[in-house]
């Protein structure tokens, strides 16, 4: 299996996994990544692998990089397409929907995701963030609540999915009372089950 590119723990790292940040530029050199650079790399292994889910997801965050974001959302979208059952593709793609602040698509994406891998807690706390914004406050809380369940099981600072993406938990196991907290109060202030 291939390895995340350097590119690919860049972007959705930042969002997913924040510790990852410092390990990018440590891969660099502390040297900002050349993005027109890997865009080129990305087309280039496009051209002769035009069915490859890797490369079209790199492809997709290069572009998103440089501020194409109609053909990063056509690439990050064929990508996942193409390894519909690699939860890792649809977590990209919710980093740029979180980008763009689409709150029904981040859940579709999310949704499938977690379809993939019913076990990923940041899954499943990025879920219960996304539906306390749209205001499906109960069904927001019972997402929480499984994040703080399946965070519960995982020693270490990340949870690894069944084709062995990392993601970074400690966002989770940090956030996650205070986030049952306020919903809880939020619920039981509104008198309402949602």
């Not at 940040?21 to 002769?48: C, F, M, T, Y």
């Not at 998103?64 to 397409?81: F, I, P, V, Y």
């Not at 981040?106 to 019913?118: K, P």
């Not at 020693?155 to 940090?174: A, L």
Request: proline letters at 3%; charged letters at 25%; aromatic letters at 8%.
């Amino acid at each position: 299996m291939r390895r995340l590119s350097i590119a690919l723990l860049s972007i959705v790292g930042v969002l997913l996994c924040p510790g990852y940040s410092s390990w990018v530029s440590a891969q660099h050199g502390n040297k900002p990544v050349d993005w027109k650079k890997e865009l080129q790399k990305a087309q280039d292994h496009i051209e002769r692998n035009p069915k490859s889910s890797f490369w079209h997801n790199q492809a997709g965050i290069a572009y998103d990089a440089l501020g194409d974001a109609q053909n990063a959302e056509r690439e990050l979208t064929l990508a996942a397409k193409l390894d519909s059952t690699n939860p890792i593709g649809y977590y990209a793609l919710y980093a740029f929907y979180q980008r763009k602040g689409t709150l029904t698509q981040q859940r579709q994406v999310l949704l499938t995701a977690l379809d993939n891998d019913s076990l990923n807690p940041l899954g499943h706390f990025e879920l219960g963030g996304v539906l306390e914004k749209e205001g499906y406050l109960t069904a927001s809380l019972k997402e929480y609540r499984t994040a703080k369940s399946l965070v519960s099981e995982v020693k270490g600072r990340e949870y690894s999915d069944g084709r062995g993406n990392p993601y970074e938990i400690e966002v989770v196991k940090t956030e996650v009372d205070k986030c049952i907290d306020r919903v809880a109060k939020l619920i039981a202030s509104k008198g309402r089950k949602d």
